[in-house]
Structure formats: C-alpha cells, structure tokens
C-alpha cells in the first residue's frame, strides 16, 4: 500500500517535469525560428537586374546601367548634345539676326543609389528594368563640336549630383528624368541647376 501511494505522488511529479521540458523547447524552438525570420527579413533584397542597355531617342545616343551592389548601379552614358542661340543685332539700315549652335559628342558615367525599390514593390509597382528613384553623383566630358556656326562651343568637363526617377513601361518605352546642381567649365566653372531629359527605348 505504501509503494501505492509513493506511485501515486511520483507520477504527478514526472508530468509535471515532461510539461516543463516540452514548453521550454516549444519556446526554443519559436525563438529560434522568429530569430531566422527576422535575419532573413533584415537582409535587403536585389531587385536590380545586372546589365541593362538603352537607346536615347533625344541625345541622341545610348547608356548601359550595370549592377554594382544591392542597391547601386553605374551608369555610362555616349551621346551628343547641342546648343543654340539666336541673337538680334539692330543696325542703321536694317535688323539682323544670327542663329548660332554647336552639336558635341558627350560622354558620362554616373554612380545611382536607389531608395525606395523595396517600398514599390510592396505597393506592387513595377520595379521593371530598374524602374525607381535615385540620387546620383555624375562626371561627364564634352568634347570639340562635330558641328559648329559662330561662336558657341561647349568643351569642357562638369560634375553634377542629381535627384533622378525613371520608368520603364509598356515593355521598353523608357522615360528618365533628373535635376540637381552642376559646375562646368563651359560655364566658366559656376554653380547651377542642371537637369536631363531621356526618352528612350529599353533593350
């Protein structure tokens, strides 16, 4: 009778110890897993594709965006640039106008951090052929014009830092814009605004 009773208090006892053991690997084991989720979710995804070339319809000329890390791309850039103006000259006898302009070959490369690719895709934009926004750093050179009538010429090196959105739909329609600051020794080495425009198409 007495080995009954001892039994009969040892066999709470053992649940009760088989229950501790159990949930305190349950909660190991949803640590463990939580803690594996929450590396995998911190860990940024590459959403930018590695080799993307394109046609500038405006240039005109083309540009190649190349992977160099998860959320950055080098971007070099061939195309020919032009500029134009008109001036009045009044004269005794008569009025004149003269129309000067100067077409030069350009080329660029440009370094672009992307920033909110993760936050389209989320919203379920397309982020197709690195469709997003950026800040870039930009150095280009401008070299002596192909064409040129009077006195415009705009050859030169320049340096700008750039805010930029670009999107490519429809497939291959590509659209690019960017504005920001620049020097350049075509401008006598003076701060401005700069900008660009592409329209293009998406190999």
Known sequence: MNKFYLL???VPLWSQAQDSLTTRTTQNVTISATDSISQHR????NYLRKDIWRIDFLGPGYLNEHRLGKQTTLVSQFRLVGSFRIESYDYAYAAKKVVEFSINPEVSVAVRRFYNLAKR???SKSIRYNSGSYVAAKAGYVFAPLLKNVN???QGAGFNVLWGVQHTATRHFYVNLELGI???QYYKNTVSPTGNFILGYTF
Do not use: Q, R, T
């Open 182 to 184: 620049g020097v350049a």
């Open 8 to 10: 009969l208090f040892l």
């Open 152 to 154: 415009v010429d705009l």
């Open 121 to 123: 895709k989320e919203a």
């Open 42 to 45: 911190s860990v940024p995804k």
